[in-house]
């Protein structure tokens, strides 16, 4: 079965500084990735996916991610944080794409000025 | 894009009743539609996948019986949490995709707050 591990429960960073959420999959075959953001008492956002092809994916916001499949890690990074980015960000696994998506934990974000 | 609304955006309700959440596709037709749990610093836990039209497919571990699922048109499903208990508090997700390829992204409801007293 498809896995994904967060082990960052919680991160605090200050603005303006880099970002780095980590995430580990576990998936048999070729692994659908995703990076969703979540705020307080709303619903997920796409921040960016991989399916394949070029193992660094841009998203939206200003947010990339690496596929390293040696790894199994799929990291999301951003250069400069934002106040507005602070958030809950979930890593995610798909099982034939979007078929069947399982979500990690999820990393919270605090962003001090 | 794409918009999915979920209502009511939070609920509450006494133990023994039950209540009915609403997830639409405003501006697409959803052939699958998803519904998640979430309990507070945890991840999203898929309940079940519906289909329009057809029975729904529940996660091993969530009674059928308990949260009732219809996706009876292309644009609205629902959950019904029967007989509700306290322990039922959490919050609900929704998501719902376009198409059944495997790259028709999914686009998420604002989540179902329900506390049961």
């Known amino acids: 079965a498809q896995s994904v591990t967060q082990p960052d429960i919680h991160i605090t960073v200050s603005e303006g500084a880099s970002l780095e959420l980590r995430c580990n999959y576990s998936y048999g075959a070729t692994p659908y990735l995703f990076w969703y953001v979540q705020s307080p008492g709303q619903g997920l956002q796409l921040l960016l996916k991989y399916f394949s092809g070029d193992t660094l994916v841009q998203g939206i916001k200003g947010f990339e991610a690496e596929f390293k499949r040696s790894q199994s890690s799929f990291n999301l990074r951003k250069p400069s944080v934002h106040w507005s980015d602070a958030a809950e960000y979930f890593c995610a696994v798909g099982e034939g794409g979007y078929q069947k998506v399982t979500f990690g934990i999820g990393t919270k974000l605090q962003v001090i000025p | 894009g794409a918009v999915v609304s979920q209502h009511p955006s939070r609920v509450i309700c006494k133990s023994g009743t039950s209540v009915k959440i609403e997830c639409r596709s405003l501006d697409f037709q959803a052939t699958t539609m998803f519904w998640y749990r979430q309990f507070p610093k945890q991840s999203l836990m898929l309940m079940a996948t519906s289909n329009e039209g057809s029975k729904a497919t529940y996660e091993q571990g969530v009674e059928k019986d308990k949260f009732l699922i219809n996706h009876a048109s292309l644009t609205l499903s629902t959950l019904t949490v029967t007989s509700a208990h306290p322990e039922d508090s959490s919050f609900y997700i929704c998501?719902?995709?376009?198409?059944?390829?495997?790259?028709?992204?999914?686009?998420f409801g604002n989540g179902t707050r329900l506390t049961v007293t």
């Open positions: 998501s719902a995709r376009a198409k059944s390829s495997y790259n028709s992204p999914l686009h």
